[in-house]
C-alpha cells in the first residue's frame, strides 16, 4: 500500500517534469530570433517556462485534484482531519522554492553579463579608456587595414583617408546613435554623413547604440532582438546586440511619450556585409544635400551641442580653407575626420557626465 | 433611528475626545491608556516619511548633478539660519517644560511656556521668510534654488502648523478645567509635532547649509 | 421624530435600545467601523464599474489596430484614470479600509476602531477625490498613465487634468495613511483581552502588514506628487532634464510606493484568503506562524524591490542585480502562503459554494501572476518584456485574478454577516463562472502579446495582432457581463434574501458569534473567545495514520 503510494507520486511527478520539458522547448511563444543576444535570452526564458510550468500543473492539479477528491458530500457535517503544520514539509517548501530563486539569479546574472558583454564587471576601469577608443574609430570611413594600426596610434592621419570609401570592419563595434523624439526614430552613423529614420546593420557585427531622447521618454525595443532600453533626455543610455538573422525587424517605442505612442515605430534592416555597405555609400552619397538629412540635423542640433554644420564651417576658418565651404565641406574626408573628432569628443564629455 | 441614538447621545463627549464612543460605550475599553499619542506618533513617523522621501530625493539630485549648488548660485548666507536654528531647537525644551508643567496640572505655567514656544517659531517663521526676501535666487532659477525653497518652505509649513496647534491650546486652556486632570493630550501632542518640526529641521538645516 | 429620540436617550442608555443600524447612518458621518466599512464597499465597488466601463471602451478600442473608437488622447486618458481608479479607488480602500474596517474590530473583540472620528474622515475623503479625478475628463483626462512619468507629465497637453490627477493622490494618499494610523494603533493596542497577537485571524496580521507598507511608502509617493506639482505648475525643473532635473528620481520615488502599493492591495487579500479556505474546508489553517510572518517578510522584502520597475531605466548594473535577487526573493513567503493553502485544502471537506469558488479561483489566478512575476524578476526577461502586454496580463493576474477574486470571495463570505441576508447561491456560481472564464479569456492572451512584440498603453498596434486582441476583447465583455449576476444578486439579497442566521458558515472567528448584521456596538454583552480562529477539525489521534496524509484512495 505504502509502496504503492510512492510509485504513484513519482509517476505524477516525471509526468509533470517531462510535460514542463517538453513544454519549454515547444511553446512557440517568441518571435524570431534574430540577434546572438536572443539565443542567450531564450535559452534562459526556456528554463524559466520549464520550471513554472512544472509549478503551475502542480498547483492547479493539486486543486483540481482537491475540489474532486475534498469535496463535501451530501449530509457531511463533519470536519476535516486537525492538521495544523507539519514542520518538514515547510520547510521543504521554503528551500525548494528558495534554491530554485537563487539559481534562477545566478543564472539570469549569467545570461545578464553575457548580453552586456565584459561591460559589467570592468565597469570601474571605464575611466581608464583613452579618450578615443578603437571601437569609435572603427566607424570612420577608411579601408579596414588602417582600422587595425589605430588602436595604438589614435591620431589620424587625414591627409592618408581616401575619400569615398566606406568598408566596414566587422571585427570592431559599429557604433549608432540613436535619437528618439515624438514619434520618430533618428539614426546617425558617426564617421560618416548618414542621418536616416530607419537603421540598417550588417549581420554578425556587434553594434552599440547611443541613445538619447529630445523630449521625453521612450524606449527602444527589437522584440527579435529581445532587448529593450529606454531612452531619456539628458542621459545618454546604451545598448549592444550582435544581429545574425537577415531581415527586417520592428524598432518599437515601448515607454508612453504621447498620443501616437503606438504609431512610433520604424524598422531595423538587417543586411549582408555587401549589401550594407552599398547602402552605406548610396546614403552617403544622398546624405550630403538631401533635405531629409538636413532636416533632420536641424531637428538634432542641441544648444549644449553645436551642430556638425556649424562645427565644420568654424573648423574650417580656423584651418583657413576656403571660406565658402559649406556646400562643399562634406566632400572633404579631411574635414570630416575632424568632424568626427568633435562628436567622439561630444560623446565621450557626456558619457563621463552622466557616469 | 436607532443609529441616530447613539449620535445625539455621545455628542457631549465627542467634543472632548475622540475616544469618546469608545468610553462610552465599550467599558471594558476605558482602561486602555490614551492611545492618541500612539497614533500621533505613528502619525508622525510615516510623516517622517514624507520628508525622508524629500531628503532621498535631494540627496541624489546632489550626486547626480556635476557641481552643486552649480556654478553661479550665490553662497547661502549662513548666520542668520544658524541663529533661527539656535532659537527653534531652543524652543523645544521650552515646550518641554509646558509638558512637565501640564503632568502637575499647572496651567498657568503652561500658558506662558506655550506663548514663549510660540514667540520663538514665530520669529523662526519670520527669520525663514526674511531669509527668502534676500536670497538672490528664485524658486525656478535652478535646480539647487527649487529645492532649497521646496524643502524650507515644506518644512516651513509645518512649523505654521505647529503653531497654529500650539495657538489653538492656549486658547483652549482659557477654558475653565481644560486639560486638568490627566486629560491634557492637546498639550501634549502640541508638544509632540513641536519636536518633530524641530527635529527635521535639524537634519534639513545640516544638509541643506552645511553639508 | 427628534423628540423621540432624544427622549429614550435621555431616559436609557444607548445599548439595549438599538440592535440595528438604521439605514440613514450609511449615508451620514457615522463613526461605527462596520458603517464605514461598507461605506467604503459599496463607494469602492462603484468606482470599480466605473472604471470597468473604461476598460470596456479601452478593449473596444483596441478591437481593431487602427484608432477608430475614440481618439489618442482621450484613449491615454482612458487607461490613465482606469489604472487609477482601480488601484486608488477600488482595491487599496476596499480591501483596508472596507474589510478591514468592518472585520478588524470585530475580529479582535474590539467595540469599534481606535479612532472612530478619524477613521470616518479617512473615509469620507475618498468620494471627493474620486469625483475630483473623474472630473478630469471635463477638462482633458490625463493622459501619461498612472506612473506619471516626467518628462512627459511636465510637458502634457492635459495640464489641468494631470494637475487634478496629482491632487487626487495626495488626497487619497492622506486617506489611506488615516486609515492605515487607524489599524495600526487598533490592533496593536485594543485586542480583548486574552487575546495575543498569535491567536489573532490571520486577515490582522495581514491588515498590519499592509498598513505598515502603506505608512512608510505612502509619503514618499506624497513628495513625488507635490515635486512632480511643482514641476507642473510653478515651472520648477526637479524632473526636467532641460532644467538641470532627473527623470530618473521621480521613477525612484514613485516606485518606492507604488511597488508597495501592490502588496498594500494584496497582502489584505491574502488575510481574507486565510480566512475563508479554513472555515470552508473545515481544517484549521496550515502553519499559521508562517503565514503570519510570511506577511511581515513581504512587508518587508516589498520596500527593497522598487528598482525592478526600472530595469530599462538605465539604472546602473549592480542595482539592477541587487533588486533582481530581492525581486526573486519574495516568490519565497509568497510561495509558502500558497502552499500553505494548498495544505489547508487537503484532507478537508470543501463546501464548494461562491466563497470557496472565489478563494481557490483566486489561489489558482494568483499563482499565474507570481510566476509570470518571477519571471519578470529575471533581469535579462524582463528587458525584453517591460512595458509590454505581458506586464498587462502579469499585473492583472495578480491585481484581478488576485485582488478582485479575493475580494468577491470576502464579499460572499461577509455579506451574510454584513447585512443578515444570504446571497442567491446559483447566481453566485453562475458570477463565477462567468468571471473566470471572461478573466482568462481577456488576460491569458495577453502574456503571447507581449512576448510577440506588442507594447503597452497603444491605441493602435501591428495588425498581426488583431486577433489575439479580438479574443482578449470578447473576455473583457464578459467580464462585463459578469458583474450584473453579482449586482443583481447583492442588490436583490440585501432586501429579500433569506435572513442570515448569527453563523451560517459555522465558523470560528469572534464575528460570527454577534448577530447577524452585528449589533452597534458589536456584541450585547462581552465577546467570548472560546476558541482559536482556526480550531476546525477532528483531532489527529482520531485518524489513522493511513488516512492522515496521504488520504485513502477507495
Known sequence: MKIQKIIQITAVFSLIIAASLWYSQNHGLLPVQAAEEAVLYDNLFNALIAIVTAIFLLVQGFIIYSMIRFRRRKGDDTDGIALHDNFVLEIVWTAIPTILVMWVGIYSFDVYTSMKGTDFMSMPMAHHHSPISAEQIANLAMPAAMADTLPSQPEIDSQQAPSGQLVADSSLPLVIDVSAMRYAWIFTYPGTEIVTSEMHVPVGRKVKLNLNAQDVNHAFWVPQFRLKQDTIPGITTNMEFTPNKLGEYPIICAELCGGYHGGMRTTITVQTPTEYDSWLKEEAEVASNSPQTLAFRQVLKDPTQMSDREFLTEQAQAMRIDKDLPTEIHDHIDRMNHHHMHEMASYLTSATSTN | MQGSTIDSANVVELEHSDDATIAHTAEHHS????????????FLGSEG???????????????????????????????????????????????????????????????????????????????????????????????????????????????????????????KSFKPGAFLGGKHFGIEAASIYWHFVDVIWIVLFLMLYIL | MTQVIERISATQPPEPSSDTTHWREYFSFSTDHKVIGIQYLVTTFGFYLLGGLMASVIRAELATPDTDLVSSDLYNGLFTVHATVMIFLWIVPAVTGGFGNYLVPLMIGARDMAFPKLNAVAFWIIPPAGALLLSSFFFGAPSTGWTAYPPLSILTDQHVGQAIWIFSIILLGTSSILAAVNFVVTIFSMRMPGMDFFSMPLFCWAILSASGLVLIATPVLAGAMILLGFDLLAGTNFFNPTGGGDPVVYQHLFWFYSHPAVYVMILPVFGIISEILPVHSRKPIFGYKAIAFSSVFICILGLVVWAHHMFTSGTPDWLRIFFMIATLLVAVPTGIKVFSWLATLWGGKLRLESPLLFAIGFVSMFVVGGLSGVMLGSVPVDIHLHDTYFIVAHFHYVLFGGSVFGIYAGFYHWFPKMVGRMLNEFWGKVHFVLTFVGFNLCFLPMHLLGLQGMPRRVAQYDPQFANINVICSIGAFILAISTFPFLFNAAWSWFYGPKAVDNPWNALTLEWTTSSPPHPHNWIGEPVLATGPYDYGVPMDEFEEESMFTGTID
Do not use: C
Not at chain 2, 482602561?31 to 505613528?42: I, K, Q
Not at chain 2, 514624507?50 to 553662497?75: C, H, I, N, Q, S
Not at chain 2, 508643567?101 to 510660540?118: G, M, N, Q, S, Y
Open chain 2, 31 to 42: 482602561e486602555h491608556p490614551d492611545l492618541r499619542v500612539f497614533g500621533l506618533l505613528v
Open chain 2, 49 to 171: 516619511m514624507l520628508f525622508m522621501g524629500l531628503f532621498a530625493a535631494y540627496l541624489t539630485f546632489r550626486a547626480v548633478a556635476p557641481a552643486w549648488p552649480p556654478e553661479g548660485t550665490p553662497k547661502l548666507e549662513t548666520l542668520l539660519p544658524a541663529i533661527n536654528t539656535v532659537i527653534l531647537v531652543s524652543s523645544s525644551f521650552v515646550i518641554h517644560q509646558a509638558d512637565h508643567a501640564i503632568k502637575k496640572d499647572d496651567i498657568k505655567a503652561v500658558r506662558w511656556w506655550f506663548l514663549a514656544t510660540f514667540l520663538m517659531g514665530a520669529t523662526f517663521l519670520a527669520g525663514q521668510v526674511y531669509e527668502y526676501m534676500h536670497l538672490e535666487f528664485g524658486l525656478t532659477s535652478s535646480l539647487f534654488a527649487s529645492t532649497f525653497y521646496v524643502l524650507t518652505g515644506f518644512h516651513g509649513f509645518h512649523v505654521f502648523v505647529g503653531l497654529t496647534l500650539i495657538a489653538i491650546m492656549g486658547i
